[in-house]
């Protein structure tokens, strides 16, 4: 007999007996030792035989902690202990294991508190869904839920860059050996504000429109000088607005 939840030792699959629900699987308790060696990504990797899609999708889960079940296109975090499945192919797995998940440790507090920010006075509503332990998911997953569906018009979609919808992935891309060792503004200003380094000279971009600001000074607000040059095409800058 196999066992459920985790790697059988008899024929060594990876199995779980959670619940299923359309889209996703109701977790577990929070994993402590259960799942630690599947923390190592080799690890990780090694449990994907048969995985019926493709090797970029594959890649993806493997990298945001995700190990396969060895059943149809199921997968679950080694952190958090959240299932995931029915996945297309033009999915971006960082924001729906965001999406479903958001209480996972390979996130904090600052994701959903920069996004309010950005959004500024527009209210959000709560989704219906609940979290694994049964409370609302609340404002962190309807601001998600709303960047992933903005569609200004038929030609213009927001936002442009999905993978960087989350403050810590933005001042991530700052620790590029190109920026500005001296530059005049904060890392952490630009993320917040929304950009993230597109990696010429001290070039930065919109993860929503995409619009590009370059050659900052001292004082500069980065939100202020977004909203001046791109108010009529972004999403944030017409929230901001209202």
């Given at each position: 007999m196999c066992g459920i939840n985790g790697i059988c030792v008899s024929c060594k699959q990876v199995t779980s007996g959670m619940h299923q629900v359309p889209g996703r699987d109701v977790a577990?308790?929070?994993?402590?030792?259960?799942y630690r060696h599947l923390r190592d990504t080799n690890t990780?990797?090694?449990?994907?035989?048969?995985?019926?899609?493709?090797?970029?999708?594959?890649?993806?889960?493997?990298?945001?902690?995700f190990f396969y079940l060895g059943?149809?296109?199921?997968?679950?975090?080694?952190?958090?202990?959240?299932?995931?499945h029915s996945f297309k192919e033009n999915d971006n797995v960082h924001i729906e294991h965001y999406r479903h998940f958001p209480k996972c440790e390979t996130f904090d507090s600052t994701d959903s508190e920069t996004e309010a920010h950005?959004?500024?006075?527009?209210?959000?509503?709560?989704?219906?869904?609940?979290?694994?332990?049964g409370t609302s998911r609340g404002e962190d997953t309807a601001l998600?839920?709303?960047?992933?569906?903005?569609?200004?018009?038929?030609?213009?979609?927001?936002?442009?860059?999905?993978?960087?919808?989350?403050?810590?992935?933005?001042?991530?891309?700052?620790?590029?050996?190109?920026?500005p060792a001296n530059h005049p503004m904060k890392k952490e200003t630009l993320a917040k504000a929304g950009l993230f380094y597109a990696g010429l000279g001290d070039?930065?971009?919109?993860?929503?429109?995409?619009?590009?600001?370059?050659?900052?000074?001292?004082?500069?607000?980065?939100?202020?000088?977004?909203?001046?040059?791109?108010?009529d095409i972004c999403v944030l800058a017409i929230n901001r607005k209202q």
């Open positions: 577990p308790p929070r994993p402590i030792e259960r990780r990797t090694r449990s994907y035989k048969g995985w019926p899609k493709s090797d970029g999708l594959k890649s993806e889960l493997i990298a945001d902690g059943e149809k296109d199921r997968v679950q975090c080694a952190y958090c202990g959240g299932v995931l950005l959004f500024g006075h527009v209210t959000m509503t709560h989704l219906s869904d609940t979290q694994t332990d998600l839920e709303k960047i992933k569906k903005l569609d200004m018009s038929s030609n213009t979609k927001c936002p442009r860059h999905k993978y960087y919808a989350l403050y810590k992935d933005r001042l991530r891309t700052f620790n590029n050996p190109k920026w070039l930065c971009e919109c993860f929503c429109c995409g619009g590009q600001l370059e050659e900052f000074e001292e004082g500069d607000d980065p939100v202020e000088e977004h909203d001046k040059y791109f108010s």
